[in-house]
């Protein structure tokens, strides 16, 4: 199944060379230039970045903005939400890798469980982080300190 990219509405453009463990990666627009290595928990050094770091990140920011649109149509102050990212690194026993995720948001002005609860969970059906990954790898959710 060919991607049909050119009825994107935004498309990122990256390159990477040299791979996770002593590679580079760079944005075309140059706004990003790093270096890639291996966590120390995988035997690197630790003193780059990784790409579960970059998802992390990537992931948590599309999170905030779909939360902040949503609240705004519903009436919730949620700009000044906070999500702690985690993406792990599992391995499944045979050599082979899979991830996992972990947002864990914070809703300051949200006070009431249910409303913070039912305002994430729409987003969650709406980031297309999410869409991305449904069905592909765990993600868990956890909102005021209260997984769902």
Request: with cysteine.
């Amino acid at each position: 199944m060919a991607t049909d990219i050119t009825k994107a509405l935004y498309t990122a453009e990256a390159r990477v060379t040299g791979g996770r463990a002593q590679g580079r990666g760079t944005t075309a627009d140059g706004h990003l230039d790093l270096k890639l290595r291996m966590p120390k928990e995988m035997g690197g050094n630790g003193d780059g970045t990784n790409p579960e770091q970059l998802f992390a990140v990537g992931y948590a920011a599309c999170f905030g903005t779909v939360l902040s649109m949503i609240g705004k149509a519903k009436g919730l102050e949620s700009d000044d939400a906070e999500i702690d990212a985690r993406v792990g690194l599992v391995p499944n026993g045979d050599g082979t890798f899979r991830l996992s995720a972990e947002l864990d948001v914070t809703l300051p002005s949200i006070e009431a469980g249910d409303r913070a609860a039912e305002l994430v969970r729409a987003a969650h059906q709406v980031c297309p982080y999410s869409n991305a990954t449904r069905g592909n790898i765990d993600v868990a959710l956890v909102v005021n300190g209260t997984p769902l």
